[in-house]
């Protein structure tokens, strides 16, 4: 019984003959009996719905306690996660400096591979120009003896291989500027890739800690309403156990006034038998008494650009329509598509919000920017948990962002999606087509 309904009751109960008593001349003893079962079975209907209320608020106790059980958990993660992320932060600082020690040392070694570089275009200009392979065979033919062709030989042979050094320490060198630039390239990606995962599960810890506290909020709202429900109940009770004892004391004083009339009827029938025998045998008259009757009453106590972002069919159009939650009229703010399977980005853009709602569920807000002189941002709503995106992400168009599920204001597996020029609604039919 709600509040209105306990106050309503209340109130004719006060109103009515019952709240001020009962008398002989107000009701028959039979009336009183009836009025005095019909608070009884009343007072039992009564602590019937005190003890579910009792119930009720038991059961959302242990609900409010098991929701901050999973709020402590929530926070622990959220705690690992954040010191994940600072772990990921100063691994990417590091590689940053170890970015520009690198740039530093292949500066530097960049400097020695040009100087490499002219002494071999300055020899090869040189044999090119001033000794060519005629001047060093006459350098050798003009040794004065065998000895002396030799050591010629030698001296050629070690310019000759002293080139081919330096040649290949250059190729080993800028292999080297090259490999050292690949790998460290190949770390930082990998370690933004890591930390852009971690602030993803970050958001969706936090989506499910807001979900969890909208939920704790309305477990708190049920109990304070049902202790307000429960309280009122107990108070309408008592006023039935008093209207109740006040019957009871009535009826005893019935019961007593019906005694006594009886007393004095049975006294005065008495006396009126001897005065007829008096009568009979002194003038032979005979009489007759007529009984008396009384009548009982009852008393009743009355009471395009833009792609399809999931597969499946439109179940519910953009505009007005009846509630599938309340059973009223009210604006659907956009398109329903009823299925399941992966949710998509309907365009390339930034993702603004990817939290928990307590209207929408786990929802996706995606800023696309300025299109045809519009701002334009989509809305996916009532997805499952474990969001694939967080805000501050560029996704692509066709990119996955969660799955379609049935969270927040929601009659079955489906996805909500809004579409927005400049803060307002329209159609999204007018993007994804029909």
């Given at each position: 019984?709600?509040?209105?309904?306990?106050?309503?009751?209340?109130?004719?109960?006060?109103?009515?003959?019952?709240?001020?008593?009962?008398?002989?001349?107000?009701?028959?003893?039979?009336e009183?009996?009836?009025?005095?079962?019909?608070?009884?079975?009343?007072?039992?209907?009564?602590?019937?719905?005190?003890?579910?209320?009792?119930?009720?608020?038991?059961?959302?106790?242990?609900?409010?306690?098991?929701?901050?059980?999973?709020?402590?958990?929530?926070?622990?993660?959220l705690?690992?996660?954040m010191?994940?992320?600072?772990?990921?932060?100063?691994?990417?600082?590091?590689?940053?400096?170890?970015?520009?020690?690198?740039?530093?040392?292949?500066?530097?070694?960049?400097?020695?591979?040009?100087?490499?570089?002219?002494?071999?275009?300055?020899?090869?200009?040189?044999?090119?120009?001033?000794?060519?392979?005629?001047?060093?065979?006459?350098?050798?033919?003009?040794?004065?003896?065998?000895?002396?062709?030799?050591?010629?030989?030698?001296?050629?042979?070690?310019?000759?291989?002293?080139?081919?050094?330096?040649?290949?320490?250059?190729?080993?060198?800028?292999?080297?500027?090259?490999?050292?630039?690949?790998?460290?390239?190949?770390?930082?990606?990998?370690?933004?890739?890591?930390?852009?995962?971690?602030?993803?599960?970050?958001?969706?810890?936090?989506?499910?800690?807001?979900?969890?506290?909208?939920?704790?909020?309305?477990?708190?709202?049920?109990?304070?309403?049902?202790?307000a429900?429960?309280?009122?109940?107990?108070?309408?009770?008592?006023?039935?156990?008093?209207?109740?004892?006040?019957?009871?004391?009535?009826?005893?004083?019935?019961?007593?006034?019906i005694?006594?009339?009886?007393?004095?009827?049975?006294?005065?029938?008495?006396?009126?038998?001897?005065?007829?025998?008096?009568?009979?045998?002194?003038?032979?008259?005979?009489?007759?008494?007529?009984?008396?009757?009384?009548?009982?009453?009852?008393?009743?106590?009355?009471?395009?650009?833009?792609?399809?972002?999931?597969?499946?069919?439109?179940?519910?159009?953009?505009?007005?329509?009846?509630?599938?939650?309340?059973?009223?009229?009210?604006?659907?703010?956009?398109?329903?598509?009823?299925?399941?399977?992966?949710i998509?980005?309907?365009?390339?853009?930034?993702?603004?919000?990817?939290?928990?709602?307590?209207?929408?569920g786990?929802?996706?807000?995606?800023?696309h920017?300025?299109?045809?002189?519009?701002?334009?941002?989509?809305l996916?709503?009532?997805?499952?948990?474990?969001?694939?995106?967080?805000?501050?992400?560029?996704?692509?168009?066709?990119?996955?962002?969660?799955?379609?599920?049935?969270t927040?204001?929601?009659?079955?597996?489906?996805?909500?999606?809004?579409?927005?020029?400049?803060?307002?609604?329209?159609?999204?039919?007018?993007?994804?087509?029909?």
């Amino acid at each position: 019984m709600g509040k209105k309904h306990i106050a309503l009751f209340s109130s004719i109960l006060l109103l009515s003959p019952i709240a001020g008593g009962f008398t002989a001349q107000a009701a028959t003893l039979e009336e009183l009996q009836q009025q005095k079962d019909a608070l009884q079975l009343e007072t039992n209907t009564i602590q019937s719905q005190i003890e579910e209320k009792s119930n009720s608020l038991n059961t959302l106790e242990s609900e409010k306690a098991n929701l901050e059980t999973k709020v402590n958990e929530l926070q622990s993660q959220l705690d690992e996660l954040m010191n994940r992320l600072a772990t990921q932060e100063q691994k990417l600082a590091d590689i940053e400096s170890k970015i520009l020690e690198l740039q530093a040392e292949i500066e530097a070694l960049q400097v020695v591979i040009d100087q490499r570089t002219e002494k071999l275009n300055t020899q090869a200009r040189y044999i090119q120009t001033d000794a060519g392979v005629t001047d060093i065979a006459s350098m050798l033919l003009s040794s004065e003896n065998f000895s002396d062709l030799v050591g010629k030989i030698t001296v050629v042979s070690k310019i000759v291989t002293a080139n081919k050094d330096i040649v290949e320490q250059q190729e080993a060198d800028q292999q080297k500027v090259e490999d050292s630039k690949v790998a460290v390239e190949e770390e930082k990606l990998a370690a933004e890739a890591l930390r852009q995962d971690i602030l993803i599960s970050k958001n969706n810890v936090v989506a499910q800690k807001t979900e969890i506290d909208i939920q704790i909020a309305q477990v708190i709202e049920n109990y304070e309403l049902t202790e307000a429900e429960k309280n009122g109940l107990e108070s309408t009770r008592a006023d039935l156990a008093a209207q109740t004892e006040t019957i009871s004391n009535d009826m005893v004083a019935e019961e007593t006034r019906i005694a006594a009339e009886r007393a004095a009827a049975e006294q005065a029938a008495s006396e009126a038998a001897a005065v007829a025998a008096a009568a009979t045998a002194a003038n032979n008259l005979t009489a007759s008494a007529a009984p008396t009757t009384t009548a009982s009453s009852s008393y009743t106590v009355n009471s395009s650009g833009f792609i399809k972002p999931a597969s499946g069919y439109y179940s519910s159009p953009f505009g007005y329509r009846l509630s599938p939650i309340t059973g009223g009229s009210e604006l659907h703010r956009g398109q329903d598509i009823a299925g399941s399977g992966a949710i998509s980005a309907a365009q390339s853009g930034t993702v603004v919000t990817a939290t928990y709602h307590a209207s929408f569920g786990y929802y996706v807000v995606i800023n696309h920017g300025t299109i045809n002189g519009v701002t334009v941002e989509t809305l996916y709503a009532h997805m499952q948990p474990g969001l694939l995106v967080a805000p501050g992400q560029t996704v692509s168009q066709g990119q996955q962002i969660g799955i379609m599920g049935t969270t927040g204001d929601s009659t079955g597996v489906h996805l909500h999606f809004e579409v927005h020029e400049n803060g307002g609604l329209v159609d999204p039919l007018n993007y994804i087509g029909g």
